[in-house]
């Protein structure tokens, strides 16, 4: 039995909790490994990769979405295609219009434009000796391996989507959707598929005596750190928190991105992104998800970054261009931002999640005061407010005729 419980770890850790759960459902906890490992891999649709080369140009990107600077970066980012292995043992999802939901309740939070489903094998000239995983992002919901969530995060913001959700079915009887909108380029800094992928070109790409200078930088961070060249390496620094990942992937950056022979920050936030979000806007809608509130938190989500999942599946792709400033008719009552369509989050920086949480308050309390009826005063934009109210939590309503009619007429 001991055996059995360490093989269902090792499986909740590759493949996520809910799908492990639904093979045993089906086999009982009596199966031999071997079968349990087999229907497992099966049900997971383990997919032949299929190889793809992603290439950057001023067509099929943005550098000012991802920080690039166009006489270093940029430059450095078209002559260094990315080779990838592409696994799709699902078909991309299909298109869906906002008008199939009507009556619907909504919950709208953040996602990076991280890619899921792709490895990256290699980069400009280089092959790496450790393949990096990419997990999303956007399409974490339809990837093959997901099994039976919707998202995934950190402990406090799984909680507190979840507990929306649970209040939302409550009121409203319908399992609420979930749209995420899409971040800034910036917003994979925290994922761990940035800094592994930083890493894992330069030990590929390095001279010894460049990787031993890398290696003492890490260990001030990471004082055991068991080196750019060792996977344990790459675990070590998911362990990190998010901050500490942030601040060590930007000395990286720093002292081997530039004459170092190293990937600078704002090239890799490239290299990692979904090829179909090269080139969009942020904070519009994407993909729609249905969270299943009457399910519990999932604690084992496969995701290397983050922790805890929300329960739910993928719905499809949505058909419109929608800004999920449409949804929110709040933030116009609180920050005056003018037409929504046009909202990017004025005076945001997604560099800095942790400065100044009390505009994160008020900005939280000010929507309080919109839900009980009350008329909040208008915040000052200047100061970071929309930014920051974005991230106070996840937000959330209901897809009424009337809002739907706005948004479709362009409102």
Known sequence: MAAAGRLIKQLYKEFGQPLVDEVMSVLGRDAEPEMIKKAVAQRAGKPTAKTATR????TSLNPDVYGLRKTKDFPRLQASPVKVERFS??????????ADYEGRPFIISMSDRSAAGDRITGIGNTDLNLPVDLQG??????????????WASEAAPVSNIMNLARQLYETTGEKPLYLPYRMGGEGSDFATMTGETMMSYADAALGKRDKKDMNRLIKKYIPDFAGVND??????FADLTGAKRKQLQLDLSNTFGEEGGGLTLPMTRAMI???AQLDKPSFFLQNVGEIDPTADVVTA????TYSRGVPGRGLGVLEEEINAAQLLPELNKIYQIGDPREFRGQYADFTDYGRDLKIAEEAAMREKSLRQGKEPKVYNTERGGTSKYMQSGAKFGVLTPELIRRILEGQ
């Open 55 to 58: 290439t950057f140009n001023k």
């Open 89 to 98: 043992a699902a078909p991309r999802a299909g298109r869906v219009s906002l």
């Open 137 to 150: 992002g956007q399409d974490f919901m339809f990837s093959p391996t997901t099994g039976g969530l919707v």
């Open 231 to 236: 996977p344990m390496g790459q675990q070590q």
């Open 273 to 275: 992104a979904d090829p």
């Open 301 to 304: 989500t496969g995701h290397r």
